[in-house]
């Protein structure tokens, strides 16, 4: 059984630890299925106007014989058909595993690791597999504000590298600048040349409203994706940090990534010795959403940034389970994932949020 409880190798108060533990970048997506069922007052209607008195022609009745449908031919009368939308309640979970020197682990099983969801081990475990092609759906945020004037050729120059380097047939991406505002230079696309044309387009100017623009592209960008538990969704954040114009609160733009099943990674355009506020910033938006913040020693090396988001993104894992449970309430659930062998490290979003009851 999956849920195999290791106690003994693993102690902590108040956490049943068992065999399914993941360093995540993490989606949290319930999946939906339709399917279809005759609507039982069209076949009600149907079998009345068949039998009723007044709706036959006695004489047409004589001459007229049964109407008669042959199995896999379709109906002389078209009945409406009704839809049937049923939420089933799965958790799709996108992680990293590393060693201690950040390299990445691939090869584990799921009996590697442990969960716990809202504090409760799953209900059922799904599907653990690796996730070496898994279609992307990512977003490029350079932060075109005045005070990154003088870096921002070096974050075009780079983001377009990566580009080329990450996309594949059934990945897509967008672009986009922000300052005070958001400006979506081109929309998801898999054509690098659209999407290098868009990244020239932007121009540095102006002030910076990080957290503004963090929470709008999530939410209008990547909320509604029509594919909820077969992408990976995840934005690239080139940015000092420093925000000073927006009327989101840092803890507002996370919350939205987390609704939108988005993992962060941020790359730290301060090549200043000394870390400074703006890079706490992009520590705490990247960790909390699963992804990881990287910090060049010099301009120049932002392209090794984008270099090192490129390979997390080929070697990560998929974890589909039930959670126990649960309630669509809207509720923020938590997620804690380790791994069992102390020398990897688990990189875990920590948590999302329930879907609310259908309306």
Same mark, same amino acid.
């Given at each position: 059984?999956?849920?195999?409880?290791?106690?003994?190798?693993?102690?902590? %108060?108040?956490?049943?630890? #068992?065999?399914? /533990?993941?360093?995540?970048?993490?989606?949290?997506? %319930?999946?939906?299925?339709?399917?279809?069922?005759?609507?039982?007052?069209?076949?009600?209607?149907?079998?009345? +106007?068949?039998?009723?008195?007044?709706?036959?022609?006695?004489?047409?009745?004589?001459?007229?014989?049964?109407?008669?449908?042959?199995?896999?031919?379709? +109906?002389?009368?078209?009945?409406?058909?009704?839809?049937?939308?049923?939420?089933?309640?799965?958790?799709?979970?996108?992680?990293?595993?590393?060693?201690?020197?950040?390299?990445?682990?691939?090869?584990?099983? *799921?009996?590697?690791?442990?969960?716990? $969801?809202?504090?409760?081990?799953?209900?059922?475990?799904?599907?653990?597999?690796?996730?070496?092609?898994? %279609?992307?759906?990512?977003?490029?945020?350079?932060?075109?504000?005045?005070?990154?004037?003088?870096?921002?050729?070096?974050?075009?120059?780079?983001?377009?590298? #990566?580009?080329?380097?990450?996309?594949?047939?059934? $990945?897509?991406? #967008?672009?986009?600048?922000?300052?005070?505002?958001?400006?979506?230079?081109?929309?998801?696309?898999?054509?690098?040349?659209?999407?290098?044309?868009?990244?020239?387009?932007?121009?540095?100017?102006?002030?910076?409203?990080?957290?503004?623009?963090?929470?709008?592209?999530?939410?209008?960008?990547?909320?509604?994706?029509?594919?909820?538990?077969?992408? *990976?969704?995840?934005?690239?954040?080139?940015?000092?940090? $420093?925000?000073?114009?927006?009327?989101?609160?840092?803890?507002?733009?996370?919350?939205?990534?987390?609704?939108?099943?988005?993992?962060?990674?941020?790359?730290?355009?301060?090549?200043?010795? +000394?870390?400074?506020?703006?890079?706490?910033?992009?520590?705490?938006?990247?960790?909390?959403?699963?992804?990881?913040?990287?910090?060049?020693?010099?301009?120049?090396?932002?392209?090794?940034?984008?270099?090192?988001?490129?390979?997390?993104?080929? +070697?990560?894992?998929?974890?589909?389970?039930?959670?126990?449970? #649960?309630?669509?309430?809207?509720?923020? *659930?938590?997620?804690?994932?380790?791994? /069992?062998? %102390?020398?990897?490290?688990?990189?875990?979003?920590?948590?999302?949020?329930?879907?609310?009851?259908?309306?």
């Amino acid at each position: 059984m999956l849920v195999t409880a290791l106690n003994r190798t693993h102690r902590r %108060p108040g956490l049943l630890t #068992f065999a399914l /533990l993941l360093p995540v970048a993490f989606a949290a997506a %319930p999946l939906y299925a339709q399917t279809k069922a005759t609507s039982p007052a069209a076949s009600a209607a149907t079998a009345g +106007s068949q039998t009723s008195p007044t709706a036959q022609q006695p004489a047409a009745s004589k001459t007229t014989p049964p109407t008669t449908t042959t199995p896999g031919q379709p +109906s002389s009368q078209e009945e409406p058909i009704t839809t049937i939308q049923v939420q089933v309640n799965e958790v799709n979970l996108i992680f990293t595993v590393t060693d201690k020197k950040g390299r990445f682990i691939t090869g584990l099983q *799921r009996q590697n690791f442990g969960l716990l $969801d809202d504090q409760r081990p799953p209900e059922a475990v799904l599907g653990f597999t690796q996730q070496t092609n898994l %279609p992307l759906r990512v977003g490029i945020m350079l932060d075109t504000s005045s005070s990154i004037r003088q870096r921002f050729q070096f974050e075009q120059d780079s983001a377009i590298e #990566f580009l080329l380097q990450i996309l594949h047939l059934n $990945d897509r991406a #967008f672009v986009e600048g922000f300052d005070i505002s958001t400006d979506v230079a081109q929309g998801f696309t898999n054509n690098v040349d659209l999407l290098n044309q868009g990244i020239r387009k932007l121009r540095p100017g102006g002030g910076t409203a990080l957290y503004d623009a963090l929470y709008k592209t999530c939410r209008d960008q990547m909320l509604d994706l029509p594919e909820p538990g077969s992408v *990976r969704r995840a934005l690239i954040l080139v940015s000092d940090g $420093d925000d000073n114009y927006s009327r989101a609160q840092e803890s507002d733009a996370i919350k939205m990534c987390q609704r939108a099943n988005t993992i962060v990674y941020a790359i730290s355009t301060n090549v200043s010795p +000394s870390r400074d506020k703006g890079d706490d910033v992009l520590k705490a938006i990247s960790e909390a959403t699963g992804g990881q913040a990287f910090y060049p020693t010099k301009i120049e090396d932002v392209a090794l940034g984008f270099r090192n988001i490129e390979q997390e993104l080929r +070697s990560q894992y998929s974890l589909v389970y039930r959670p126990a449970d #649960f309630r669509q309430d809207g509720s923020f *659930r938590t997620i804690y994932l380790q791994a /069992l062998d %102390p020398r990897y490290h688990v990189r875990a979003q920590k948590g999302y949020f329930a879907p609310k009851p259908p309306q």
